[in-house]
């Protein structure tokens, strides 16, 4: 059996060997775990993959020729909640699980959207700038701060994540209201929020969090049209996807005055290549983050231990032992 650890060089660096162990330990030591480091050429992928049976990976693409190029694959775990990157339709059609993990990173997330808001809020970079490379002690060099207990928070997607946001604002004294057309009511009220709609929370928010998995339905929720429709310069902060967000558009709303600022921790492109070209960058009142919301030590390691136990269960043939899977297939096949 091979199994396939296909991702970015940045991915990548973290302690494989605990990968490694856990295949061998559940698969058997004649397992064979490869590596491989992806650099844009997807026919060194498909190489790669070609007599896997497995596939593990974080942000790596899978569309419908790469996956159809390997024809013993019976599964693809993601290290990650989302699975936007890969086409999972493609994968059912193929005969291959696609799966997910689930409840692993909550608390970092949820802690390092507010810190978000409170660094984009409270003017930090532009603070800290001022002072490292100009040498200037001057607090009244930027206005339109916020006082956060005078402030509503708008959360876009109130999920586990979402509500763990909502926990921590109200702490700061913040009104928080959410748009979530699938969160009950009950669990809302329960969280101490109430729902509104789009609209409404566009209009009415001082901050706007994006904390929702992204759908075909919601990409670029927020467009030129949403950023018209604000009307109190919130602070924006998203730590989902980079799709969310219409980035032309954001820097529209930035350059016009129309938002205060944004604390992004996701990009629509977060190559190398495009993080040098983004015109979000180098601007005071733009904070970015590398896709670490994340990121703990605890965090990382469950994360690991979940995609890899979903891999197992599949090529073991234990469907209703994987965490999350995102498309019909049955697995029981890969116990014969």
């Not at 559940?26 to 190489?47: C, F, I, M, R, S």
């Not at 409840?103 to 002072?131: F, G, M, N, P, W």
């Not at 001057?138 to 509500?163: A, E, F, H, P, Q």
């Not at 709303?253 to 992004?264: K, P, T, V």
């Amino acid at each position: 059996m091979k199994i396939a650890i296909c991702d970015y060089k940045e991915p990548l660096n973290r302690d494989l060997d605990l990968e490694r162990r856990f295949f061998t330990e559940a698969l058997g030591e004649n397992t064979q775990v490869e590596v491989y480091e992806h650099h844009g050429d997807n026919e060194a992928l498909k190489n790669a993959i070609k007599d896997a049976d497995g596939v593990l990976t974080s942000y790596l693409e899978f569309p419908k020729d790469v996956i159809e190029s390997a024809p013993n694959l019976k599964g693809i775990s993601i290290e990650a909640t989302g699975y936007n990157y890969v086409d999972a339709d493609a994968a059912q059609r193929h005969g291959t699980a696609v799966a997910v993990i689930g409840e692993y990173c909550t608390q970092e997330v949820a802690t390092h959207t507010i810190a978000l808001v409170l660094a984009v809020a409270r003017s930090l970079k532009h603070y800290d700038r001022q002072i490292e490379y100009r040498h200037s002690y001057d607090w009244n060099s930027t206005s339109g701060m916020i006082r956060l207990d005078d402030s509503t928070l708008g959360i876009m997607g109130l999920g586990k994540i979402g509500r763990a946001v909502a926990h921590r604002a109200q702490a700061f004294g913040l009104t928080v209201i959410a748009y979530d057309p699938y969160c009950p009511p009950q669990a809302a009220a329960d969280a101490g929020v109430r729902l509104v709609s789009k609209e409404e929370l566009l209009r009415t928010s001082d901050i706007i969090t994006l904390n929702m998995l992204l759908t075909p339905e919601n990409e670029h929720i927020l467009d030129d049209n949403a950023f018209s429709m604000m009307q109190r310069r919130p602070v924006i902060v998203n730590v989902s996807r980079g799709q969310l967000i219409d980035e032309a558009a954001l820097v529209r709303a930035l350059d016009s005055g129309r938002i205060f600022g944004a604390g992004l921790d996701v990009l629509e492109d977060e190559s190398d290549a495009g993080v040098a070209a983004s015109p979000l960058v180098g601007r005071d009142n733009v904070i970015l983050t590398p896709h670490s919301a994340f990121y703990s030590d605890k965090a990382l390691y469950e994360c690991q231990r979940i995609a890899c136990r979903n891999l197992i269960h599949i090529l073991r043939g234990e469907g209703d032992d994987v965490f999350r899977m995102v498309n019909d297939v049955d697995v029981s096949v890969n116990s014969r």
